[in-house]
């Protein structure tokens, strides 16, 4: 896929944020803040007589840090919005691609969203995924998938006019060697030609079509909205009550000889009866009736 050039730091500090979750780079603003603002209004250390150069530099790192301690915190910010933005966009592309059942729900997607729901379909199945942002040609690698301690690389390919032939498997296949990989995706959402599932075939290499993709996408949905409807669902067994549970233990309790109440199971602590069990009057200590 084509890559966008960046045009200064400002834009690798934005895009390095937005790699990470929305929050992350919320705190980052908070702490680039307060450090930089800590320096920048630390008081003035002497200087010895003819150390000039410690002069200049301890003016220069104050004058850094009044400036950065704005700068730095709105280029946090914003690499935080994208984060959220990302996040909110790869949400919407999954939620439009499952509940949709045209067969050409992919082909009007630009490379970019195409590469973003790629993305978000591997995160739905446990991968950590990190976009390639490197600049020029990205060596046949989009995404790299992260799992279990093993490197997959992956290359979208939104071409829906044209198979995708053996040449982009074969660049993705020594793209996996050159950096050690445990395997590779090639992910289109038209289709491959013969020869390319020929050479995939007996390698750790996975192509996965238009079709695949859908489907892949609504089982990995479904296996999500699952685990998140167990996970609040409430554990009824942990939901039992102390009193419950004294209540099934107390069954079958005789009533006290004295007041007539209820008894409960006890064990006594002291004397020569330490550690029996007994039955004691449950408006004790006004009522000391045992049986």
Same mark, same amino acid.
């Given at each position: 896929?084509a890559r966008r050039k960046?045009?200064s730091?400002?834009?690798d500090?934005?895009d390095? *944020?937005a790699?990470?979750?929305w929050?992350?780079g919320?705190?980052?603003a908070?702490v680039?803040?307060v450090v930089?603002h800590r320096?920048? +209004?630390?008081p /003035?250390v002497?200087?010895?007589?003819?150390?000039l150069?410690?002069?200049?530099?301890g003016? *220069?790192g104050?004058?850094l840090?009044?400036v950065?301690?704005?700068?730095l915190?709105?280029?946090? /910010?914003a690499?935080a919005a994208?984060?959220? %933005?990302?996040?909110?966009t790869?949400?919407?592309l *999954?939620?439009?691609?499952t509940?949709?059942?045209?067969p050409?729900v992919?082909?009007g +997607?630009s %490379?970019?969203?195409?590469?973003?729901l790629?993305?978000?379909s591997?995160r739905?199945?446990g991968?950590?995924?990190?976009?390639?942002?490197?600049?020029?040609?990205d060596g046949?690698?989009?995404?790299v998938?992260?799992?279990? $301690?093993?490197?997959?690389l992956v290359?979208?390919?939104?071409w829906?006019?044209?198979?995708?032939?053996?040449p982009? *498997?074969?660049e993705?296949y020594?793209? +996996?060697a050159?950096?050690?990989?445990a395997? @590779?995706?090639v992910?289109t959402?038209g289709?491959?030609?013969?020869?390319?599932?020929a050479f995939?075939? $007996?390698r750790?290499?996975?192509l996965?079509?238009?079709a695949k993709?859908?489907?892949?996408?609504?089982?990995?949905?479904a296996?999500?909205?699952a685990e998140?409807?167990?996970?609040?669902k409430?554990?009824?067994?942990a939901a039992?009550t102390?009193?419950?549970?004294t $209540?099934?233990?107390?069954a079958?309790?005789?009533?006290?000889?004295?007041c007539a109440q209820?008894?409960?199971?006890?064990?006594?602590?002291k004397?020569?009866n330490a @550690?029996?069990?007994? %039955?004691?009057?449950?408006?004790y200590?006004r009522?000391?009736?045992?049986?």
């Amino acid at each position: 896929m084509a890559r966008r050039k960046k045009s200064s730091p400002a834009e690798d500090v934005i895009d390095l *944020v937005a790699l990470l979750p929305w929050y992350v780079g919320v705190v980052l603003a908070v702490v680039a803040y307060v450090v930089l603002h800590r320096i920048a +209004m630390a008081p /003035l250390v002497a200087v010895k007589p003819g150390d000039l150069g410690g002069a200049m530099v301890g003016g *220069v790192g104050r004058g850094l840090a009044s400036v950065g301690q704005y700068i730095l915190p709105l280029l946090c /910010l914003a690499g935080a919005a994208v984060s959220a %933005w990302r996040r909110r966009t790869r949400s919407a592309l *999954v939620d439009t691609v499952t509940r949709s059942e045209a067969p050409g729900v992919l082909d009007g +997607m630009s %490379w970019r969203e195409f590469e973003m729901l790629v993305g978000e379909s591997f995160r739905l199945q446990g991968y950590v995924v990190e976009e390639n942002h490197t600049l020029g040609p990205d060596g046949g690698v989009d995404l790299v998938l992260i799992k279990s $301690g093993e490197r997959y690389l992956v290359q979208c390919k939104q071409w829906r006019a044209l198979k995708v032939g053996v040449p982009v *498997v074969r660049e993705l296949y020594g793209a +996996m060697a050159a950096m050690g990989a445990a395997g @590779g995706f090639v992910v289109t959402c038209g289709q491959f030609t013969s020869e390319a599932k020929a050479f995939a075939s $007996g390698r750790n290499l996975r192509l996965i079509d238009g079709a695949k993709l859908h489907q892949l996408l609504k089982q990995a949905k479904a296996a999500k909205t699952a685990e998140s409807a167990a996970q609040q669902k409430p554990d009824r067994s942990a939901a039992r009550t102390p009193d419950s549970a004294t $209540g099934s233990a107390n069954a079958g309790a005789p009533s006290c000889p004295r007041c007539a109440q209820a008894m409960v199971r006890r064990t006594a602590k002291k004397g020569a009866n330490a @550690g029996q069990q007994f %039955w004691g009057c449950s408006d004790y200590p006004r009522c000391r009736g045992i049986a």
